[in-house]
């Protein structure tokens, strides 16, 4: 009786859909392709054909083998082994090789290269294609795959996966649906995280500036459902805790699906005046305090929040391979301290791990009338994560301005592949923030404390945990 009435809601969701004039999902059949010839996720399983122990080769996805997380690993929240450890550089590139390997970077690792000549450089090793997530995530997949569509402002009929596994529809529908995939992709429940972030000057000076972060998933919370979120995906709660003259001071932010009907609500915590006031404007080119001006809002996480602002299109009609940070286990191991991380211009690259994976390249063109200092920005999107790992940001004269660097790496433990550390690049100015620095704290990410309720996210609470 029960999978009766599922279908005939799944059903009557797809009419709707068809009714109201909305891009539906795909067929039954199509979906079905999900976990055969795709990935659960909507990647293509199936390698590219040459050998996969060199820096040209993709290997077929069978996702995370459970069998190379290292005994050494013990309990969740430690600071993650390598599985890899004897994987070697197959390839280097820098400023006097980038032409011949030009297809396959982005246009700002390039420009990092150009204007880094004598110390940036990417090591690419082998492809280790370990996205991986729950096997309910790969089920909410497969049905938002036949009942997720987009609105003008949002998305509709998807919750706890992926919601465009099988991008279809025109381009700049396909641009949008891959880009709202980035936007909801799995990153487990509920997470606590103690991390610092630095601005690091032209002269390669920094202070850090630490804090401890909470995120609720609401979105992948199976106690919901897409009814239940009231528009809300996630909360984040943040809390500064160095240096001393910052200390106290909290922000709270709840993320809405739909920022037209509800916009993105953020709260501050001042602990000097022990005052709670609304943050009206934190969203779009907001620039972020802690980052000395060098993150938007909507750089956070890579990219967040309303897409509304821009006109979007896919560069190319599938994925292609490129260049991208991944599995960068070595880059927050607590013996790697941050002085030895965080260099002139950039962080150390011989502590980063490129690897060769196919990505969506989705550019964005702000619309006609609307305001951001970004004209353009170019994605590069993990075709198995939905994770953007590199992004190129252009000013209002079409200049390459900006870069954006995830090194990512799965949390084996959940599993979800995440970042481990992120950068935002300024060329010019030859400056750069990098956010989630965990080497010298005494844990990493921690997933496994039950999801508080929503009143824990009330912004009251900002007032009673900033004391």
């Known amino acids: 009786m029960l999978k009766k009435i599922t279908l005939i809601g799944s059903a009557l969701a797809l009419s709707l859909a068809v009714a109201s004039g909305v891009q539906a999902g795909v067929s039954a059949q199509e979906a079905a392709r999900l976990g055969n010839d795709l990935t659960p996720l909507g990647g293509l399983k199936r390698g590219n054909g040459r050998d996969v122990n060199t820096a040209d080769g993709i290997p077929e996805w069978t996702g995370f083998d459970r069998s190379m997380i290292p005994s050494s690993y013990t309990q969740p929240g430690q600071h993650h082994p390598d599985p890899f450890p004897n994987d ?6 820098d400023n006097q090789n980038k032409a011949q390997h030009a297809n396959r970077l982005p246009e700002g690792v390039k420009a990092m290269m150009e204007t880094y000549p004598d110390t940036f450089k990417i090591n690419v090793y082998r492809s280790r294609r370990t996205t991986s997530a729950p096997d309910w995530v790969y089920e909410n997949t497969k049905r938002n795959a036949q009942t997720a569509s987009l609105t003008p402002t949002g998305i509709e009929g998807a919750f706890g996966g992926t919601p465009f596994p099988i991008p279809h529809g025109s381009n700049e529908e396909r641009a949008r649906q891959v880009i709202w995939n980035h936007i909801m992709r799995w990153r487990g429940v509920y997470i606590v995280r103690r991390a610092s972030e630095v601005a690091v000057q032209r002269n390669g000076s920094y202070s850090l500036v630490t804090s401890q972060q909470e995120v609720y998933f609401r979105y ?3 106690n919901l459902s897409e009814e239940k979120l009231d528009n809300i995906i996630f909360y984040y709660l943040s809390f500064t805790l160095a240096p001393a003259r910052l200390a106290g001071g909290a922000v709270l932010v709840h993320e809405t699906l739909d920022q037209r009907k509800l916009p993105r609500q953020a709260w501050g915590y001042n602990a000097g005046t022990r005052r709670v006031q609304r943050s009206p404007n934190l969203s779009f080119d907001t620039p972020i305090a802690a980052s000395d001006g060098l993150r938007t809002a909507d750089d956070t996480d890579m990219y967040n929040g309303s897409p509304e602002r821009y006109n979007w299109r896919l560069l190319h009609d599938q994925p292609v391979e490129m260049y991208i940070p991944y599995n960068n286990y070595r880059i927050d191991d607590p013996k790697l301290k941050y002085s030895d991380l965080l260099m002139q211009g950039h962080i150390n690259p011989e502590h980063a791990r490129w690897e060769l994976h196919r990505v969506w390249v989705v550019e964005a063109t702000l619309k006609p009338g609307e305001r951001h200092i970004y004209e353009r ?4 999107i993990d075709e198995d994560s939905w994770q953007i790992g590199v992004i190129d940001q252009y000013d209002r004269r079409g200049d390459l301005w900006r870069v954006s660097i995830a090194y990512v790496k799965n949390y084996y433990e ?9 950068t935002f690049h300024d060329l010019r100015a030859r400056r750069y923030h990098v956010q ?3 080497n010298e704290e005494p844990s990493n990410l921690d997933f496994t404390q039950p999801a508080p309720g929503d009143q824990y996210f009330h912004p009251a609470a900002l007032r009673r945990r900033g004391r």
């Open 414 to 422: 959940v599993p979800t592949q995440w970042t481990a550390l992120d």
């Open 220 to 222: 992948y919370d199976q």
């Open 88 to 93: 070697r550089v197959l390839l280097t590139i």
């Open 436 to 438: 989630f620095l965990s």
């Open 377 to 380: 920005r170019v994605f590069y």
